[in-house]
């Protein structure tokens, strides 16, 4: 591997011990330091930054603008007995995202799309991203926080310290979790989960932060939620998802209603059902962290 052999932009800047793969394409601006690795097929974009000994292993597309701390290690093979060499998979990360020391980003599998990043996202230390992963754009995922495979997490989803989502679940935009949570079912948009498959309430500050949300949308979305996840007692949930989609909602209401729609109605491996609303005891860390772990991929 020479850094002098593959297409690089006259304007990156490269030191002399990264190594660089002649399949590699580093564009303008981009800046590669200190034993910085870049494998085959890999792209870093216009004004990426790779900090000293970051690891992009192979099939990594990198955006514009991205900044890799050290010992991140992007496009590694993915964990999973299924994996098949022959099918090498892919990553794709969006533009302006900081990306922290030691995050893992596995390639996708050869059963699903690939493992994406959207833009502005911000992963903390050591948080994982499992084969086929997807997370939307501005999501924070902090120290610790860990996505299995075929995990989807909408935009503007904050996930605190130690925070899991199983694989195959779905997590809607503007999610909230706090420190310690795990889900393996289904999450509405714009709620906070605490514990394990439950949820405390609505986000109601990344709800009033959220510029496309006024506060119309944000009384209609409080009206949505404690209609199927706090009064519907013995109800069927489909039921009240019938009652609510004869009347008349903006859109923040109506992408609520039809997430849980859509959430129930899945076929295996995608049905996980939805979290819970009412009030219900939380199991602890301790408790939680071998349920997952037991049927978690990646």
Known sequence: MNARTAPIDPTATVHPTAQIDPSARIHADAVIEADAFVGPNCTVGRGTRLRARAMLIEHVTLGERNDVHPYAVLGGDPQDKSFDETKRGEVIIGDRNIIREHVTINRSNWNGGPTRVGSGCYLMCSTHLAHNAQIGDNVIMANGACLAGHARVGHGVVMSAFTMVHQFVIVGDGVMFRGGSGVG???????????????????????????????????????????????REATPIQDVIAQLRDETWGAAATKFIDFCADAIAKEPPHRRGLVGGRRMRVRTQSALMPALADTATG
């Not at 979305?221 to 009064?231: C, D, I, P, T």
């Open 185 to 231: 079912m289904h999450v509405p948009p714009f709620v906070v989960v605490a514990g394990e498959n439950f949820i405390a309430g609505l986000n109601k500050v990344g709800l009033a932060r959220n510029p496309a949300i006024n506060r119309q949308d944000r009384d209609e979305v409080k009206r949505v939620y404690r209609a199927l996840f706090r009064e």
